[in-house]
């Protein structure tokens, strides 16, 4: 069992920056993901990383903005976020289990980290 927590988020103009990070005991052996979800939508993917943090993906509308990287050392998984868009708000949650872009085939979940970009 992994217990994930995310932290980071908050209010932010639009062209900011915010990094997320999400800690859990264990977390180090899993491939992780990021996923943000607006009300009323489906969660959507964002970016993965495996657990070597070798390899990384991301969606389209985030590449050259977004980062994803992880420091097994510390158990902790981080989203470097720069040139935010409005169209970034969303609650933000970490995942363990593939790297993959579909929510369903990750086992853990954090309970999320509100994203707020202002224009």
């Known amino acids: 069992q992994v217990q994930l927590v995310e932290s980071g988020g908050g209010l932010v103009q639009a062209g900011g920056s915010l990094r997320l990070s999400c800690a859990g005991s264990?977390?180090?052996?899993?491939?992780m993901g990021w996923f943000r979800q607006d009300p009323g939508k489906g969660r959507e993917f964002v970016a993965a990383?495996?657990?070597?943090?070798?390899?990384?993906y991301y969606t389209d509308s985030v590449k050259g903005r977004f980062a994803i990287s992880r420091d097994n050392a510390k158990n902790t998984l981080y989203l470097q976020m720069n040139s935010l868009k409005p169209e970034d708000t969303a609650v933000y949650y970490c995942?363990?289990?593939?790297?993959?872009?579909?929510?369903?085939?990750?086992?853990?979940w954090g309970q999320g980290t509100q994203v707020t970009v202002s224009s």
């Open positions: 990383i495996t657990w070597s943090g070798r390899s990384t």
């Open positions: 995942a363990a289990g593939c790297v993959d872009s579909d929510p369903r085939t990750y086992d853990y």
């Open positions: 264990g977390l180090s052996a899993y491939h």
